[in-house]
């Protein structure tokens, strides 16, 4: 929690300046945020879900600092335990201000919260890289010390087609994956995971899930890539 000197509106009627605590920031996406904007005195899920952050405690008016996914400025409102904004603020740069006034508030971690919430986290996801003759596995670890994180294990071409080659069954052979692969781990609170997080959300990857169809998918790519590399071989030995 933290302070901030604010011009407060009553029921976007009356406006005074005040000292606020802010109890919560929340990160909405962009959407969510210009509807909230837009719709304050209306009850709202959004505001509905956070009354127990907001009241007036102390002689303090006590709210909840909410930004956007994809901008700088905030919104500051105290419900006071209704399902509408009794009080609230439009902040401007209220990111900068977050910095300067609670520097201690990560705030890559709560948009990364709010990213993985819309992700699909329950694949495993292939991405392959046919400059560096490999393929890299991404999946997402909900147990890891940092509240979160995604793990990125990367094979190469002689490691896959040795796999191939040696393991009978599937889930052998994704033991041997997690066995002999590269790994890095990206934790919730960093921009390497805010890139991960992106990064699954597009349609772009090659594969998806852990199945019997994603290893033939892999033997075919391992056979073609073998294919080219031998006849560039032989056209370098001529």
């Known amino acids: 929690m933290f302070e901030i000197n604010i011009d407060l509106h009553y029921n976007r009627k009356y406006t005074f300046i005040k000292n606020c605590v802010v109890g919560k920031i929340e990160v909405l996406t962009d959407e969510e945020f210009d509807y909230l904007n837009e719709n304050l005195i209306k009850d709202n899920e959004i505001i509905k879900r956070n009354k127990e952050f907001c009241g007036f405690e102390n002689d303090t008016q006590k709210g909840v600092l909410y930004l956007s996914m994809g901008g700088d400025d905030g919104l500051f409102v105290d419900s006071e335990g209704y399902d509408y904004a009794r009080y609230s603020s439009y902040i401007s740069n209220a990111r900068q201000i977050i910095q300067s006034l609670a520097p201690q508030e990560n705030l890559t971690l709560l948009e990364n919260k709010r990213r993985i919430g819309e992700c699909d986290t329950d694949e495993v996801h292939f991405y392959i890289n046919d ?58 609170d960093t921009h390497e995971f805010t890139a991960k997080v992106i990064e699954l959300a597009s349609p772009d990857c090659d594969f998806k899930g852990e199945t019997k169809e994603t290893l033939e998918k892999l033997k075919e790519w391992v056979a073609e890539q073998e294919a080219a590399l031998n006849q560039e071989q032989g056209i370098n030995m001529e």
């Open 131 to 188: 400059y560096n003759h490999s393929v890299e596995r991404i999946y997402y670890n909900p147990d890891s010390s940092a509240g979160g994180q995604f793990v990125s294990d990367t094979l190469t071409l002689e490691k896959l087609s040795q796999g191939i080659k040696d393991c009978k069954y599937l889930e052998e052979f994704w033991d041997y994956w997690s066995a002999n692969a590269e790994q890095y781990c990206d934790d919730i």
